[in-house]
Each structure stands twice: as structure tokens, then as C-alpha cells.
């Protein structure tokens, strides 16, 4: 199986949850916009902190990409077991199969790191 850029995997994420955001709400409360711009952020980190491991190739680096996708994926993850939960209002069954999507990458996500780790 080969190996997906996560710069890629991370970019997906992020547009199945835009997508899925608009659907479910249209125009976002400026709290979940908050919180949307802050995955973002996160996200854009994350694609520098990818970039810069390429370059580099360290160990450290790879480490310290490592702890910084995973706090970035847990914030992902956490706003969709939210969403999940009915946390943001009650879903339909497409809302929630695009919500699994979503979860479905993250954990790919989890176990790149994870290989990633076992790496280094």
C-alpha cells in the first residue's frame, strides 16, 4: 500500500470539514468559526512542520512533527466526536457518513504517525 503525502491527507480532512460545516449550519456562529479558523491554523502548522521534516530529514524533526500533527489531529477529531454527538444539533444520515469520513482519515492520519514513529 503506498503511503499518502500528508500534506494531502491533512488537506482532505480539512475540506470534507468545510464542506460538512457548510452543509450542516450554512453561515457559522462566530464560536464555531473561531474554532474552525483555529483547526486551520493548526493545520497550515502542520503543513510547514511537513515541509520542514522533508527538507531535513532528522529524527528531531520528525518527533517534534509527530507531537505537533497529533495535537492538531486531536483537535480535529474532537470537534467531530462532538459533532457526532449531536453537541452543534442533530445530523441526517449523509452529514454522518461525511462526519465518519472525516473521523476515518484522522485515524490514518494516527497510524502514519505511529509508523512514522516506529521509524525514527
Do not use: C
Not at 491554523?41 to 511537513?50: D, G, P, Y
Not at 529524527?59 to 454527538?85: P, Q
Not at 472525516?102 to 505511529?114: S, T
Request: without cysteine.
Amino acid at each position: 500500500m503506498q503511503e499518502e503525502d500528508p500534506r494531502l491527507l491533512i488537506k482532505r480532512v480539512l475540506n470534507a470539514t468545510d464542506k460538512l460545516l457548510s452543509e450542516r449550519f450554512g453561515v457559522l456562529t462566530p464560536e464555531q468559526s473561531t474554532h474552525l479558523q483555529t483547526v486551520k491554523r493548526s493545520a497550515e502548522q502542520f503543513e510547514l512542520l511537513v515541509t520542514y521534516a522533508d527538507d531535513t530529514a532528522s529524527t528531531n524533526a520528525r518527533k517534534f512533527l509527530a507531537y505537533e500533527t497529533r495535537e492538531t489531529l486531536a483537535t480535529v477529531l474532537g470537534y467531530t466526536e462532538m459533532m457526532g454527538e449531536g453537541m452543534f444539533g442533530m445530523m441526517n444520515t449523509d452529514q454522518l457518513q461525511q462526519l465518519f469520513a472525516i473521523r476515518a482519515q484522522g485515524k490514518m492520519l494516527l497510524v502514519w504517525l505511529d509508523d512514522l514513529l516506529t521509524t525514527v
